[in-house]
């Protein structure tokens, strides 16, 4: 079993910033992309940010674009850096493994999950 553990979400005023990270086991971390979703109060949840096997490629979802960042230490966290936070970006916030090591955005090509951090951004 892969095991994901999301940390370094709380209560953040807009504009401000926060961290996340997801450590993960060793091996798998080495040859799994890594992505992050999140999930809004009644709302499905969508993409946010992915990285690929060697951490050579990013991709953003338009929301986040220019705000939040994705890296990876190639030992066995991957982090999520949000700037500028708006009252929207409220959500628990999900790391997920994909075995391929590429940059899918698609929930079925992640096959492990961790149990969410919550990000609540105040007006």
């Known amino acids: 079993q892969v095991q994901l553990v999301e940390a370094g979400g709380g209560l953040v005023q807009a504009g401000g910033s926060l961290r996340l990270s997801c450590a993960a086991s060793?091996?798998?971390?080495?040859?799994?992309?890594m992505g992050w979703f999140r999930q809004a109060p009644g709302k499905e949840r969508e993409f946010v940010a992915a990285?690929?096997?060697?951490?050579?490629?990013t991709h953003f979802a338009d929301s986040v674009k220019g705000r939040f960042g994705i890296s990876r230490d190639y030992a066995n966290t991957v982090y999520l850096e949000m700037h500028s936070l708006k009252p929207e970006d409220t959500a628990v916030y999900y790391c997920?493994?994909?075995?391929?090591?590429?940059?899918?955005?698609?929930?079925?090509?992640?096959?492990?999950w961790g149990q969410g951090t919550q990000v609540t951004v105040s007006s």
């Open positions: 997920a493994a994909e075995p391929s090591g590429e940059l899918p955005t698609e929930i079925r090509k992640y096959s492990n």
């Open positions: 060793v091996r798998t971390f080495l040859t799994h992309a």
């Open positions: 990285i690929d096997w060697n951490g050579g490629t």
